[in-house]
């Protein structure tokens, strides 16, 4: 696949989701987990999709256990988790691997896009961000450390907000 229009994930629901729906929108994907000392990014996230989606913006969570087995529960409990503790309301998807063999094919095109530290394809750790804008351009990636109030202005200037 050419383009991230053309993919296809599965929703934490468990229905198929096309991302051509998110056409025209800046995309902010994160792989996510429920036990990982970047867990707070969560409240952050949250804020920033609040802050935004009237602009354009639509954050995709992607829950993923291959960091420390920081993300155990089931979709459900995921859900629960999400929606208890940092009330999410941007879009979640199915657990997924980011790395190795059984990689979503969404993620081993985003890494092919945009390379991490040291030019490594490897995604490191959870809370790492792909920006891509309306074009659907991958544009940016955030390490996990990148604090969500860093990604702001660069959102911002994306959506044509400043």
């Avoid at 829950?63 to 979709?75: K, L, M, N, T």
């Avoid at 991490?116 to 790492?128: A, H, M, P, V």
């Avoid at 920006?131 to 991958?138: A, L, Q, Y």
Wanted: charged share 20%; hydrophobic share 40%; net charge positive.
């Amino acid at each position: 696949m050419s383009h991230i229009y053309d993919f296809s994930v599965q929703t934490l629901a468990g229905e198929t989701q096309s991302l051509a729906a998110y056409r025209g929108k800046v995309l902010l994907i994160v792989n996510v987990a429920s036990q990982c000392g970047f867990t707070a990014q969560y409240a952050d996230l949250q804020t920033l999709y609040s802050q935004y989606r009237e602009q354009g913006l639509v954050i995709l969570g992607f829950p993923c256990d291959q960091f420390g087995g920081q993300e155990p529960g089931s979709a459900a409990e995921i859900a629960q988790f999400c929606q208890l503790n940092f009330g999410v309301e941007f879009p979640m998807f199915a657990k997924v691997d980011v790395n190795g063999e059984q990689a979503e094919p969404l993620f081993t095109y985003l890494k092919q896009q945009r390379r991490g530290f040291l030019g490594s394809r490897r995604i490191k750790w959870n809370f790492t961000k792909f920006v891509i804008n309306r074009e659907g351009h991958v544009i940016q990636r955030f390490a996990p450390y990148r604090k969500i109030t860093d990604l702001r202005q660069f959102i911002e200037k994306l959506l044509g907000t400043v």
